[in-house]
């Protein structure tokens, strides 16, 4: 008869790993690590095993580089292919030098083939492709972290700018170059490059990568404005590519287009909302026109306008203009205080500017001067009937101002009005603007980067380790973009509002892996042991929503029900 003291219940959790390791599998993202990073053949746990929990690890918990073994230990050890004493390898120590494996594979070749399997997998569509870049902070001083030559390799050199995105100057920085497909916003290459680079030079040797990796030239290349340089347009245009950008404000033919709205009579087009978009307040919430002058290297511009960036962009004059008067009235007040320490015309213009700020373009201000006269006694002493007095005039300033009108209503003309510069002769001004409108989506890709898996600012011993890492952290982000991109279509092919993955059961119309992960978390299974005997698994029943996220991601119940 079986006493209860005898029984015994243990909890291993399961979570999404499931969900996850179908994924890396129809990748081969394991069977590509272990043949591209070496191990010796008496290591314990060899160096691809350990990128792979770590690779999980960063898709599913999204904590710290570090503490790899205690973030593991709750899980079931078979998930990782472990046995349960191989959980101890685990240590910071083995984690730093598998990522230095990681360095000196052929990590390019490593990418390629799982892009390539991700293409052919997925049946992902490279016909139009986004580019992005973005900073990604270290703290550590890293000294070594120069570009010199280790362990027989050019290493990345970690720079401090001023331009930091993270608004960490005071940190070490290296730029990351994401490209992702229209279709899915899946990231199909990324670049690192020394935190000084300037984005504008990293364009055609991205795009010639590209064109390798499509096997042609003939796919419709989009990034922000830095793409918008002679060289990096002309490149692409001449190997036979396609390219859309938007043109930066510092060029001639966009200050020319906005004197011709002014003066001439544009004929635009409507271009009809997108689902979702607008809710009948507006009639149009887009329009787009071709500019009359093409650009000095014979490329097509088209204006686009926008009605909220029309509203924008009055709110922010008028915004600029009050707030520039209140500054400016305040300063008249100082300068009349008797005590007001700005003595000097030069000292007016420093505080004026300062206060004008943004507003300069449509608020001018002059300084007036005033002679002030001033008494003094010639001598010391009590004053009195004979005293003689020295008359000195000090200067005191007085500042007034005017809101220039015509500059006002010039620049109201072309309020919500921005400029795309593309060498497609083909589509039409409408296309174009939704194409580009996508170019939030490898945005989206940057912002999960730094906020759901948290990779800034992080901190290593090695700069040898910086690379590893951040190749680990674009195969988390193919992972999920490939997970989201699954459900989604499911989603859509089926005609659903949406799942009920939100508090209260509310649908969410687009779900994020990140959602559907915490969703999986709490799936365990739970074995009963009588003494040191195994009587049973008893694996956590899967709730309607659970079952549904994974019909839709296309993992089937027996990669779950096996553990029961």
């Known amino acids: ?73 709750p899980f079931a050890p078979e998930l990782f292919r472990l046995a349960l004493e191989e959980i101890r390898l685990l240590n910071d120590d083995r984690a730093g030098r598998a990522l230095e494996a990681l360095f000196d594979a052929d990590r390019a070749s490593l990418l390629n083939r799982v892009v390539i399997q991700a293409v052919r997998e997925f049946h992902l569509d490279l016909a139009e492709l986004h580019n992005d870049s973005t900073s990604i902070t270290f703290t550590g001083e890293y000294p070594e972290a120069d570009g010199r030559w280790m362990r027989g390799k050019p290493t990345v050199a ?78 692409i245009h001449g190997k036979g590519g396609r390219f859309l950008t938007i043109l930066p404000e510092s060029r001639k033919e966009e200050g020319w287009f906005r004197e011709h709205v002014r003066t001439n009579e544009v004929v635009w087009a409507d271009v009809p909302p997108e689902s979702g978009e607008g809710k009948g307040e507006v009639p149009v919430l887009w329009r787009t026109a071709e500019s009359p002058l093409r650009s000095k290297e014979g490329f097509r511009i088209v204006w686009v306008w926008s009605w909220e960036k ?10 600029a203009i009050l707030r520039a008067t209140k500054h400016l009235e305040e300063l008249e007040k100082k300068l009349q205080r008797p005590r007001c320490r700005i003595h000097t015309r030069e000292g007016v213009v420093q505080a004026a500017e300062r206060a004008v700020g943004s507003a300069g373009r449509w ?21 009195g009937k004979d005293t003689r007095y020295r008359r000195e005039d000090r200067a005191r300033f007085h500042v007034g101002w005017t809101v220039r009108e015509d500059v ?42 730094k906020t759901v898996y948290r990779v800034a600012p992080v901190f290593l011993k090695k700069a040898t380790r910086v690379e590893g890492l951040l190749t680990l952290y674009f195969l988390a982000l193919l992972v999920q973009a490939l997970i989201e991109r699954e459900v989604r279509q499911g989603m859509a092919k089926e005609k659903l509002a949406g799942l009920p993955i939100y508090p209260e059961k509310r649908l969410a119309k687009a779900p994020t892996t990140n959602r559907m992960l915490e969703v999986l978390g709490p799936v365990m299974v739970s074995h009963l042991r009588e003494k040191e005997k195994h009587v049973r698994n008893f694996l956590t029943e899967l709730t309607p929503v659970q079952k549904e996220i994974l019909r839709l991601a296309g993992v089937p119940l027996e990669a779950y029900t096996r553990y029961a």
């Open 408 to 449: 006002v209503a010039a620049d109201s003309a072309s309020d919500g009005m921005f400029p795309l510069i593309t060498n497609d002769e083909k589509l039409a001004g409408g296309e174009l603007l939704k194409r580009y409108k996508t170019q939030a989506r490898v945005e989206k890709r940057h912002q999960q980067l």
């Open 158 to 235: 970690l720079r401090r700018s001023v331009a930091n995105k993270d608004h960490r100057p005071d940190l070490k920085q290296v730029l990351w170059n994401l490209t992702v497909t229209f279709d899915g916003a899946v990231p199909v290459r990324c670049q690192i490059h020394d935190g000084n680079t300037e984005d504008s030079t990293t364009h055609i040797e991205n795009w010639e990568a590209l064109r390798l990796l499509v096997g042609s030239p003939n796919f419709l290349y989009v990034a922000d404005c830095k793409l918008c340089t002679e060289a990096a347009m002309l490149h």
């Open 310 to 319: 029309q509203v924008r962009d009055q709110a922010f004059r008028q915004t």
């Open 1 to 73: 008869m079986t006493r209860p003291e005898d029984l015994s219940l243990t909890h291993e959790t399961l979570g999404a790993v499931p969900l996850v390791d179908h994924f890396l599998d129809r990748l081969h993202i394991d069977e590509f690590l272990e043949e591209a990073v070496r191990s010796s053949s008496l290591m314990e746990l060899p160096y691809a095993r350990t990128l792979g929990i770590f690779l999980r690890n960063f898709i599913l918990d999204r904590g710290p580089v570090y503490a790899l073994e205690e973030r593991t230990a």
């Open 363 to 383: 608020l001018g201000y002059e300084i007036r001067e005033e002679a002030v006269p001033r008494f003094t006694q010639e001598r010391r002493g009590r004053p």
